[in-house]
């Protein structure tokens, strides 16, 4: 049972190029979501998925767009790296079910370092 | 806009002290507020989490205060340990809001010995 996985764990991209985040999660959760990490701003929102084939912006969606493959999957893309979008990436996911707590409980995975030159 | 504000943004407190770490949020609608523990290269894991419902949750040396008059919560630390030493998030969510958690800027604690 690995819970939530990232690849890759750091990248190194030049300004415009693009590439994909992947993540992964086994633990039967419904919900998914795509955070970055920036020093002195918590973290914030990028997108998230209530459930398979649905989608919706969060506090800071420009820039980057998402697909949610199937239950256990759901992939980050950036179309075009720009300077701004270096930072930790972490995605998340949560369950649905019945008991305090556990349908909001956010497992997180080990995150990605991305550098934008 | 940044809904739910955190301080102190560092702290460093004697082994067997007891750290503070204090939000406050500004949307009524929230109903969930947990605390998220994250050490250097890893992910946030989830420490300790209340509803409004209750003034206090206490699990282990870690304790929630709520204060739903005055829109804020804290978390307190008690006899802390070198291995406590990691960032702390507070978040907050409300129920229908799809668990979008709104997270604090962080508190990067150092417990030394």
């Known amino acids: 049972n690995a819970g939530v996985t990232q690849t890759p764990k750091f990248q190194v991209l030049k300004t415009g190029q693009s590439m994909t985040l992947q993540c992964a999660q086994d633990m039967n959760h419904n919900s998914m979501y795509w955070y970055r990490q920036d020093p002195g701003m918590g973290l914030r929102l990028i997108y998230y998925s209530a459930s398979e084939g649905t989608t919706d912006k969060g506090e800071v969606p420009n820039g980057y767009n998402v697909s949610r493959l199937n239950k256990r999957e759901f992939s980050l893309r950036l179309e075009s790296a720009a300077p701004s979008q270096t930072s930790v990436y972490f995605c998340?996911?949560?369950?649905?079910?019945?008991?305090?707590?556990?349908?909001?409980?956010?497992?997180f995975g080990p995150g990605t370092r991305l550098l934008v030159l | 806009q940044q809904q739910v504000k955190q301080s102190p943004q560092s702290l460093i407190v004697q082994k067997g002290g007891i750290p503070i770490i204090n939000c406050a949020y500004e949307n009524t609608a929230f109903d969930y507020f947990p605390w998220y523990q994250q050490f250097p290269g890893k992910g946030p894991a989830l420490l300790i989490a209340i509803r409004p419902d209750v003034s206090e949750k206490k699990e282990g040396r870690f304790t929630i205060s709520f204060n739903k008059s005055a829109k804020q919560f804290s978390l307190h630390i008690m006899d802390s340990q070198p291995g406590d030493s990691a960032t702390y998030f507070c978040?907050?969510?409300?129920?229908?809001?799809?668990?979008?958690?709104?997270f604090g800027t962080g508190t990067q604690l150092k417990v030394e010995l």
């Open positions: 978040a907050a969510s409300r129920a229908g809001g799809g668990n979008k958690l709104t």
């Open positions: 998340a996911s949560s369950g649905k079910f019945a008991g305090t707590f556990i349908q909001e409980t956010q497992y």
